[in-house]
């Protein structure tokens, strides 16, 4: 392989294991594992928890998205990444990422149902506290839920 994009390089700051805890009454604490693949030309992101107790939000019980897997990769031409999501629900969405200085940035606009992600990298870089947003229209966001990454 050429030599890596230092772009790439840039995502090594999220490979490993990591506890997440979303910042849901109820829900418990899962994990989530990075690695390359395919010789670090993608980061692989797999996320699972244990199975969710009784008294989880009905919302979460009847949309419970675990395991989810995430491929990302590099769009060269502007240092942007691209990470596709499948769940077990049978969820299948693309969103545009970035990755610098620390701030992880996720985001997807899909008329009816816009996604937006940002988590920022402690300077340990052990814990990254990060919230989800959702719109309709992709002008009034809300709080979808708040989550936090630890190794």
Do not use: C
Request: glycine share 8%; hydrophobic share 35%; net charge negative.
């Amino acid at each position: 392989m050429t030599e890596r994009h230092p772009a790439l390089a840039r995502l090594d700051a999220l490979t490993g294991r990591w506890t997440v805890q979303p910042k849901v009454d109820g829900l418990s604490a899962g994990w989530s594992d990075f690695s390359w693949v395919e010789d670090g030309r993608f980061l692989r992101q797999f996320s699972d928890a244990e199975p969710l107790p009784p008294d989880a939000p009905r919302a979460w019980r009847e949309n419970n998205p675990l395991p989810t897997t995430s491929l990302i990769g590099l769009d060269d031409a502007g240092e942007e990444f691209t990470m596709l999501y499948a769940d077990a629900r049978g969820v299948h969405r693309v969103y545009r990422m970035t990755f610098a200085d620390g701030v992880w940035r996720a985001w997807r606009d899909a008329p009816g149902f816009h996604q937006r992600f940002v988590g920022v990298l402690n300077r340990d870089g052990d814990t990254i506290d990060g919230r989800w947003e959702t719109s309709e229209d992709g002008v009034d966001w809300r709080l979808d839920f708040e989550i936090t990454y630890r190794r």
